[in-house]
């Protein structure tokens, strides 16, 4: 399983996802699920992946290959050189659509699933911070005024807390706290979600992460929140009155 | 969708769903999950269903047929005349086992689902309360000290407070509110699941239910934790440390 998070803020992107994943559950490995490109002050793009595992490193190696050829001069339509972040979460469902045309039918011909799904954030210059939910048809919504998250994979245990607190004004410190204990539900709640996190920060305006950090099991910040939060709901709860019938 | 969860604690039984039915989202409806059994004094019994709502009344209205025959006079084991809370157990997961050959196979065909699971609570005079957990198949477990609830139905957000709060050792005030917590977050968070709510409280030892009540929309009881808990949530997230990163 996978849990993914991308908050879309007028402060700026946060983008969290864990790094476990399993074929069955005798079989786990580590994979990382976040990417990302950046040319700095000109843009950021960022992308987490959830589902089949060879689906989603198909379409992250093609999307890696058009940068290479575009960086190499041929004339080809990058992440890096699309006019717009509407154009770049095109490409990725593209790449998504050519994958799943590529395998789906062999893969559900042997009882395996091809189902994948994407969140791709980012700005380029000129434009504004914006982030994207990409299915495995290719198509995708963005994150509006009215909900500034997404999440994919293993989504409900974090959910309740991004409902309450996650709106476009929420203010970074307070988003990235929601996010990691958004994160800290999931991973107490679901075994196939595991530490370490991958975690990106990308300011508005900024065009250039500001965080692109790796968070292993003793990472201080993440365990500070994990605790914290642990008492406090203990606390929360001992607040609430008993019920008399 | 349906949410019911059933707690067996030393100090008894306490078991809660909610009422709301849906055929896909456009048609939703309101249906009784909870049935209960009661000779004062001698025995109590509480069922739950989810699933398949044709399957599960189908269920209900095979054990009640066996319970008029036994009072009729008839030689029939009932839920009301079998010896132990083992072997009701039993009854309810042959009538499940009955329902699910009669009718899976037609259901499966036109595309619709069989599934259903029940949870089973009660006390019979000179037994221990019980809880058990009953699969499609007719096979059941039984809650134990490692394991003192079972839920059905929507079970994902109401979870994590069960986890942190419930052992067999929880006393009964502590565990109504737990209960109530944790159905108000499957209700905040899943739409199919809905008020008004069923509540059965079966006392270690009384043989009879103390509280058996439909809980409305209005609740004073349950809003007053609805409301309590929501502020605590809010209170215990601030309470948390921000992020500096």
Redesign the interface.
């Known amino acids: 399983m996978t849990y993914c998070v991308g908050l879309r803020l007028n402060a700026g992107l946060v983008m969290l996802s864990d790094t476990r994943t399993n074929a069955g559950l005798d079989n786990i490995s580590r994979f990382g699920k976040m990417f990302t490109w950046e040319r700095p002050g000109e843009r950021a793009l960022c992308l987490m992946t959830a589902g089949n595992l060879s689906i989603t490193q198909g379409v992250v190696t093609a999307l890696n290959e058009a940068c290479a050829r575009a960086e190499a001069g041929e004339d080809v339509e990058s992440l890096l050189t699309c006019s717009t972040m509407f154009r770049a979460a095109q490409l990725v469902g593209d790449a998504m659509a050519a994958q799943q045309k590529r395998y789906r039918e062999q893969l559900e011909e042997t009882g395996a699933r091809a189902g994948a799904t994407l969140i791709l954030g980012g700005q380029r210059k000129g434009g504004r911070p914006r982030l994207f939910l990409i299915y495995e048809a290719g198509n995708f919504i963005e994150a509006t005024e009215d909900t500034a998250f997404f999440q994919i994979g293993e989504h ?2 974090g ?3 991004l ?3 996650i709106t476009p004004e929420t203010p970074m ?2 988003a ?3 996010a ?2 958004s994160m800290d ?1 999931t991973l ?2 679901n075994l196939s979600v595991g530490m370490p996190l991958d ?1 990106a ?1 990308l300011p508005a305006g900024e065009l250039r992460f ?2 692109r ?1 790796r968070m292993e099991q003793d990472d201080p ?1 993440f365990q ?2 994990s605790g ?3 008492d ?6 001992s ?7």
Do not use: C, N, T
């Open positions: 409900k245990y959910k309740p807390i409902d309450r607190v410190p307070q990235l706290k929601a990691f204990v539900s107490r709640s975690l920060v500001s965080v950090r910040e500070k929140v914290a939060w642990s406090s709901l203990k606390a929360a709860f607040s609430v009155p008993e019920i008399v019938l």
